[in-house]
């Protein structure tokens, strides 16, 4: 098993009795013990989050928007030695994933012609049923990050099921772009129209496929989106209007953001964004696009940017934070040696790692280490993990920042009229709301041995405005940071509680949070957004010292 270079805590140690545990921990196990997966398995719960310390199981959703949910942490983006630039096998990684606390994964390989025509596949699949087997607790799943024809790339993954590997493989030799060399995407250029439509085809495949009942179910969303600042606006809105059941949303945060520790370079950026425009680029998007802020993606964290954007269309668009884990950085581990005459292309995988005790280049963290998806569920399995991501029950965060967040938005005396993020709430004109954000301190040291310490929560408001007359626009001008709680210093349990007032228009709300320690006016102005989070400076930017959280939005519909 590959080297983990810093002490493990307790809480992180897979041998951690039950007595160790919180009622938030207690909560999420009770869970488990109703889908009769208590006492085996070595690991699987994340000590750190759960549902509010009074809830002892989750139940159906009401009648509302508001469901008693647990939340499941996970990560939906993680290379294996069936990817050509990764370097763990399964079983180490699945090991890893629940020791950092992690209660579901996704296997995401890269397409290529030892993957799709070399058994590469199928013979990941094997690996896969094995780590299931062996981490009962742990919901694994296998996807595929698909090559987008003309674009970035995407997480596809579906459920366990006796056709999952055959429709990941016809997926990909069908429609990945890569494969079947369809990666022109500059503008103007005469093969990008046929790849665009390639890419919506692909997505409306998947739809028909679930349709059909080849699969129960499939889920898409776009990786690392700016990273090249080739999927552009139109893209991002042609992908989700083809099939808005299966095309969910995008990477919040994407990987790798172990690559500007200091050790790695004087150039390098968190989440490898050390880019420039190309020929392929969208031209629409600033210069600015092309760098991470507060580990997270320029569409993401702009207040008033592109995610808001698809959001003031008044339509939910979830974002993640995964490892993207390929290499661990500063771990000890190389990749193995190729037999003779063997290679990638005819192997379908790279040799299994050897240790070598001494630091080996990386620049990722292993799942679950620093980046957490938290996706609120009803119950626990493989499809309620995909309703929970379907049905934007998620927030996201770094660093393990807090135990524990719940958002909900209520009438003015917190009672009727209940959602949770991802939930919509119906209402008169000029009608007052509640938002209520429930956080859990961060009660122990995470990772890099701190207590994280969350310095002020933001409440972000955008008007509605539906479809976008213009389908390369990135801008929601009308969405803006309405409130800052400073909540430095405040431990256990606490309730911010911020009055929605004046709610003539349809609108949404979503929340943002971090440590304080690097923050400024966002890139569209300090009126916008007062506090946002910051670029770093390239080789100076070490992932554990500026930490964030996001929430899903939820939206209020004003009846007419």
Not at 47 to 66: F, K, N, Q, R, V
Not at 153 to 179: M, S
Not at 209 to 227: Q, T
Request: glycine share 12%.
């Amino acid at each position: 098993m590959p080297t983990h270079r810093e002490p493990l805590p307790e809480w992180a140690d897979p041998d951690v009795p039950e007595t160790s545990l919180d009622a938030r921990g207690r909560s999420r196990r009770a869970l488990m013990v109703r889908a009769g997966l208590f006492g085996v398995g070595f690991a699987g719960l994340s000590l750190m989050e759960g549902a509010p310390a009074a809830a002892s199981s989750a139940t159906p959703p009401g009648p509302d928007d508001d469901p008693d949910l647990v939340y499941l942490v996970g990560d939906h983006h993680v290379h294996s030695v069936f990817s050509h630039d990764a370097k763990y096998t399964a079983a180490q990684l699945t090991r890893r994933a629940a020791q950092f606390g992690l209660d579901w994964m996704v296997f995401t390989e890269h397409s290529n012609i030892g993957h799709a025509h070399a058994g590469g596949a199928l013979a990941e699949h094997a690996e896969i049923l094995k780590a299931r087997a062996e981490n009962p607790r742990m919901l694994v799943f296998q996807g595929l990050e698909w090559y987008i024809p003309g674009a970035e790339h995407a997480t596809v993954f579906t459920p366990p099921g006796p056709h999952e590997v055959e429709i990941l493989r016809q997926f990909e030799t069908r429609f990945d772009g890569k494969l079947l060399g369809r990666t022109q995407g500059a503008p103007g250029h005469p093969d990008t129209a046929g790849n665009e439509a390639l890419a919506v085809e692909a997505i409306r495949w998947l739809g028909e496929r679930k349709r059909a009942g080849d699969i129960p179910d499939a889920l898409v969303l776009a990786n690392h989106p700016s990273r090249l600042g080739i999927d552009s606006p139109h893209e991002l809105r042609a992908w989700r209007d083809a099939d808005p059941d299966i095309m969910i949303g995008m990477e919040g945060a994407p990987g790798a953001q172990g690559a500007a520790l200091p050790a790695r370079g004087a150039k390098s950026i968190r989440g490898e964004y050390e880019n420039a425009p190309s020929a392929q680029s969208w031209p629409g998007f600033p210069p600015e696009a092309y760098r991470t802020y507060g580990g997270f993606d320029w569409m993401t964290a702009t207040v008033g940017g592109m995610w808001d954007a698809l959001l003031a269309e008044g339509r939910l668009y979830t974002i993640t934070s995964n490892s993207d884990n390929h290499r661990t950085v500063l771990d000890t581990w190389r990749n193995g040696d190729w037999a003779p005459g063997a290679n990638f292309d005819n192997a379908g995988r790279l040799p299994d790692p050897v240790d070598t005790d001494s630091p080996q280049p990386g620049s990722d963290l292993w799942p679950g280490q620093f980046s957490r998806t938290h996706v609120g569920v009803t119950g626990y399995g493989y499809a309620q993990v995909m309703e929970g991501l379907r049905e934007g029950r998620v927030w996201v965060d770094h660093g393990q920042l807090v135990d524990g967040l719940e958002v909900r938005l209520t009438d003015k005396n917190g009672r009727c009229k209940g959602a949770t993020l991802g939930g919509r709430v119906h209402v008169a004109r000029n009608e007052r709301l509640l938002l209520s954000i429930t956080v859990t301190t961060a009660s122990r040291p995470n990772l890099h041995g701190d207590v994280p310490n969350l310095a002020h929560l933001d409440v972000i408001r955008g008007a509605v405005r539906g479809p976008a007359a213009d389908r390369d626009s990135w801008r929601a001008p009308d969405t803006r940071v309405v409130h800052t709680a400073d909540v430095a210093g405040r431990t256990g349990t606490y309730t911010v509680k911020v009055p929605i007032e004046n709610v003539r228009e349809s609108c949404y709300l979503r929340v943002r949070g971090s440590d304080g320690r690097r923050t400024g006016p966002g890139l569209l102005g300090a009126a916008v957004d007062p506090r946002g989070p910051l670029a770093h400076p390239p080789g100076d930017g070490d992932p554990w010292l500026d930490t964030w959280l996001y929430t899903n939005p939820i939206f209020i519909e004003v009846r007419k």
